[in-house]
């Protein structure tokens, strides 16, 4: 059960877009269209942004979206705002019945 | 409104036992799987355990298997995790968390409590 493996930090200016990569295996993200992601703010619970590779919870931004290759998976965040900086993770379900979580990415606004 | 209220972490010596509570209301619990997430401090997000919406099927990340056992009471919306054999690496804050619906057991969590810090040390 090794994390996911994720950018320790990615920044972009206001009105940008980025992107953030997630990194499995055949035994999880290469499998299974299970990605999840989440955006922690400091001091706070994390909050679903999308899941199931490209689906967003009622409520989350369309400005978030989610895509997969193979065996890694990507969040893009469009039109970037300065609420948007706070850490991601991504995760996924693996061949052993269990969840995965990234190592995480801090996203700073420039 | 969903709510997931998370109860008991404390300062515990190593080798010793605790158990955390997680009272939930806003939802039809006995609908839902449920995990446990923890988060060391100033650390990345670690799945512990699921949890089927009857109990009946548990599921755990290696690190705790065989010492920490999830189980919950649909009858008072609860969800508890019996910690036994604890290490300084289990000092972390533990939050439950609610799966989304259609998913068994380890899935995605829409809904998550403020977390109860466990802290294991001598």
């Known amino acids: 059960q090794s994390a996911l493996t994720q950018p320790a930090s990615v920044s972009g200016s206001p009105g940008q877009s980025i992107t953030i990569s997630c990194t499995g295996t055949?035994?999880?993200?290469?499998?299974?269209?299970?990605v999840s992601w989440y955006q922690q703010h400091p001091g706070k619970a994390p909050k679903l942004m999308i899941y199931?590779?490209?689906n967003r919870p009622s409520g989350v931004s369309n400005r978030f979206s989610g895509s997969k290759s193979g065996n890694t998976a990507s969040l893009t965040i469009s039109g970037l705002q300065a609420e948007d900086e706070a850490d991601y993770y991504c995760?996924?379900?693996?061949?052993?019945?269990?969840?995965?979580f990234g190592t995480g990415t801090k996203v700073t606004v420039l | 409104e969903v709510q997931l209220l998370e109860s008991g972490g404390v300062l515990v010596q190593p080798g010793g036992s605790l158990r955390l509570s997680c009272a939930a209301s806003?939802?039809?619990?006995?609908?839902?799987?449920m995990s446990w997430v923890r988060q060391a401090p100033g650390k990345g997000l670690e799945w512990v355990s699921s949890?089927?919406?009857?109990?009946?099927?548990?599921y755990y990340a290696d690190s705790v298997k065989g010492r920490f056992t999830f189980s919950r009471d649909n009858s008072k919306n609860t969800l508890y995790l019996q910690m036994n054999s604890l290490r300084a690496e289990d000092t972390a804050l533990y939050y439950c968390?609610?799966?989304?619906?259609?998913?068994?057991?380890?899935?995605?969590?829409?809904?998550w409590g403020q977390g109860t810090l466990v802290t294991v040390s001598s």
């Open positions: 968390a609610k799966v989304v619906a259609g998913w068994a057991a380890a899935g995605p969590h829409d809904y």
């Open positions: 806003g939802f039809t619990f006995s609908s839902y799987a």
């Open positions: 949890i089927s919406n009857s109990g009946g099927s548990t």
């Open positions: 055949s035994s999880d993200v290469g499998t299974y269209n299970y």
């Open positions: 199931e590779v490209r």
């Open positions: 995760s996924s379900y693996t061949s052993s019945s269990t969840y995965v």
